[in-house]
C-alpha cells in the first residue's frame, strides 16, 4: 500500500540531548524523502530532504538518514533547543506526497 | 511574491451548508494539493491535481470536489458540511515531478456545527 509508518508519535527530551524519529514506506514510494516541521499554529515548513542517490544529509544540527534496503528514513536532530519543540513529519512521495503521522517533540530547559 | 494564498483562515458553517476554499500559487507550480488536518493528527490528502486540467482523489476524498480552475487556482467545495468535517485544510503547491519542496498555505479553520 501507498502508506509511510512514523514512530514514535510524542517524544520528549531534555535540552542539549539528541532526537531520532524514524519512518518506513513501502515499495512503490518515490526516490525522494522530506522532513516538515509544523509549530503551533503554523503552517508546515521543509526543514530537510533526501534523494536516494546519498545515504546520508546534514544541516547544521539536523541530518537526515536513508536505508533503501531496509526501506526506512530518519530524522537525527543533535544539541537539542527549546526552539525545537514542534511536530515533525516525515512524507514520501507516490504518485502524490503522503505524510506520516507526526511526531510530538517536546524539548525540556 | 505571496506563495500560497488561501480564503478563507476562518469558516462556521452549519450542517448541510456549502462552501468553496479557495487557493492561489504565484510559483508558476504544476501541482498542487488539498490536506486536512484534525486536532493532534497528521495531514491526509484529500486530493490532488498534478498538472493543470487534472484531479485524482488523494486519502480521503468523500464529501469533497475539486477545480483546477487554472494553473495558479485550485478550489476545494463541501457540498454538504457535515460535522466530520470540522478540520483545518492546508492547500499546497510544488513543482511537478518525483523531488521539490511542498509549500503550503497558512491553513482555513472550518468549523461544522
Known amino acids: 500500500g501507498e502508506n509511510v509508518e512514523q514512530h514514535p508519535s510524542t517524544l520528549s527530551v531534555q535540552e542539549g540531548d539528541s532526537a531520532v524519529i524514524k519512518c518506513t514506506y513501502s515499495d512503490s514510494a518515490s526516490n525522494y524523502f522530506p522532513w516538515y516541521k509544523q509549530e503551533l499554529g503554523k503552517r508546515p515548513q521543509l526543514i530537510i530532504d533526501?534523494?536516494?542517490?546519498?545515504g546520508e544529509k546534514k544541516d547544521q544540527r539536523i541530518a537526515v538518514t536513508l536505508n533503501k534496503t531496509a526501506k526506512h528514513f530518519s530524522l537525527h536532530i543533535t544539541e537539542t533547543q527549546p526552539e525545537d519543540s514542534a511536530v515533525y513529519f516525515c512524507?514520501?512521495?507516490?504518485?502524490?506526497?503522503?505524510f506520516g503521522a507526526g511526531t510530538r517533540l517536546t524539548v525540556k530547559p | 511574491n505571496a506563495g500560497v494564498t488561501q480564503t478563507p483562515k476562518f469558516q462556521v458553517l452549519k450542517t448541510g451548508q456549502s462552501m468553496t476554499l479557495q487557493c492561489a500559487q504565484d510559483m508558476n507550480h504544476n501541482s498542487m494539493y488539498w490536506y486536512r488536518q484534525d486536532p493532534g493528527m497528521g495531514l491526509r490528502l484529500i486530493y490532488y491535481s498534478a498538472s493543470e486540467g487534472t484531479t485524482d482523489k488523494g486519502e480521503v476524498p468523500n464529501g469533497y470536489n475539486v477545480s483546477r480552475l487554472n494553473k495558479r487556482e485550485f478550489s476545494l467545495r463541501l457540498e454538504s458540511a457535515a460535522p466530520s468535517q470540522t478540520s483545518v485544510y492546508f492547500c499546497?503547491?510544488?513543482?511537478?515531478?518525483?523531488?521539490?519542496?511542498?509549500?503550503f498555505g497558512e491553513g482555513s479553520r472550518l468549523t461544522v456545527l
Open positions: 512524507a514520501a512521495i507516490y504518485n502524490d506526497m503522503r
Open positions: 533526501i534523494r536516494s542517490n546519498v
Open positions: 499546497a503547491s510544488r513543482l511537478q515531478g518525483w523531488t521539490g519542496e511542498l509549500f
